[in-house]
C-alpha cells in the first residue's frame, strides 16, 4: 500500500511560481518508493483529471502533458530517500486552477494514462488569480 498527501497548493497570482509537494508511506514487504512512478494530475471545476507530468522510478526520465513541455512551465523531481515527488509550476497562468493530484504506479514504465495509477492522494487545491 501507499499512502499520498499533498502540498503546498494555495492562492497565488498570475505570473507567479508555485512548488507542490507529495509525501509518500509505503506499507508491505519488500515494497519501497523507489518502485514505484510517480506522477501529478489535475482536474478544474467541471472538467475530468487530466494528466500533468510524471517520473520513473529513479528520477532520470520524465514525460509531461505535450503543450506545458513545450512552454516549459512545469519541472517535475523526486527524492526517494525523502519519499517525496515535487511539482514546480512557472509562471502560473489562471487556467492553472484545479486540484492537483498526485498518484504512483507500479507499471513498468511510465504512462500519462489515470488508469495506470493505482494510488491517489486527497489533492491540494491551487487557485490562480489574474
Known amino acids: 500500500q501507499v499512502q499520498l498527501v499533498e502540498s503546498g497548493g494555495g492562492l497565488v497570482q498570475a505570473g507567479a511560481s508555485l512548488s507542490l509537494s507529495c509525501a509518500a508511506s509505503?506499507?508491505?514487504?519488500?515494497?519501497?518508493?523507489?518502485?514505484?512512478?510517480m506522477a501529478w494530475f489535475r482536474q478544474g471545476a467541471g472538467t475530468e483529471r487530466e494528466f500533468v507530468a510524471a517520473?520513473?522510478?529513479?528520477?532520470?526520465?520524465?514525460?509531461?502533458e505535450d503543450e506545458d513541455f513545450r512552454e516549459g512551465r512545469f519541472i517535475i523531481s523526486r527524492d526517494n530517500a525523502k519519499k517525496t515527488v515535487t511539482l514546480e509550476i512557472a509562471p502560473l497562468k489562471p487556467e492553472d486552477t484545479a486540484v492537483y493530484y498526485c498518484?504512483?504506479?507500479?507499471?513498468?514504465?511510465?504512462?500519462?494514462?489515470?488508469?495506470?495509477?493505482?494510488?491517489w492522494g486527497q489533492g491540494t487545491q491551487v487557485s490562480v488569480s489574474s
Open positions: 509505503v506499507s508491505g514487504s519488500g515494497r519501497s518508493f523507489s518502485r514505484y512512478n
Open positions: 498518484a504512483a504506479s507500479e507499471a513498468l514504465g511510465l504512462t500519462r494514462m489515470a488508469t495506470n495509477y493505482q494510488f
Open positions: 517520473i520513473n522510478w529513479n528520477g532520470n526520465n520524465h514525460i509531461y
